[in-house]
């Protein structure tokens, strides 16, 4: 099943906001977390209240949002139902709504002096065996 993502961005000097002499990095993070879902397989689809007031006008929830004033963009729509309004979710958040899953990559567990042998002292060059058990 597809899942298309859409973005009703207040209105800006072009398409992502990220633009002109001062780029605000919050307009950065989700332009690359909006091409990330992308190359998970979302379609996303975003549109600038200033160049594209027409899909404002025929998209029913966000017309009826902006009843209560261009405060509540960026309106965030997941197929047909909004899910946020008033922010750019984080690319975890945004992730869940499409239904990508995130996998983290497991982390090699660090050695420390706490992994010594009792008794015996750790330096950079010596090398650290683990305690069986973990640290």
């Known amino acids: 099943m597809s899942v298309t993502l859409r973005v009703f961005d207040p209105a800006m000097c072009c398409s992502t906001g990220i633009c002109g002499p001062s780029v605000d990095p919050e307009l950065a993070r989700f332009a690359a977390d909006l091409e990330w879902l ?3 397989g979302v379609t996303v689809e975003r549109f600038n209240l ?3 007031p027409a899909a ?3 998209t ?3 017309k009826e ?3 209560r004033g261009t405060e509540v963009l960026p309106i965030i729509m997941v197929d047909d ?3 946020a309004e008033g922010t750019y979710p984080s690319r975890e ?3 869940a709504l499409a239904g990508v899953v995130v ?3 497991p982390q090699a567990p660090t050695a420390s002096a706490c992994c010594a042998p009792a008794g015996e002292k750790t330096s950079p060059e010596s090398s650290v065996r683990p305690k069986s058990g973990g640290c």
């Open 38 to 40: 992308g190359k998970q």
């Open 50 to 52: 200033s160049s594209q």
């Open 56 to 58: 404002f006008a025929t």
């Open 60 to 62: 029913p929830a966000v």
């Open 65 to 67: 949002a902006l009843g």
């Open 81 to 83: 139902r909004v899910v």
């Open 93 to 95: 958040t945004l992730a």
């Open 103 to 105: 996998r983290k990559l």
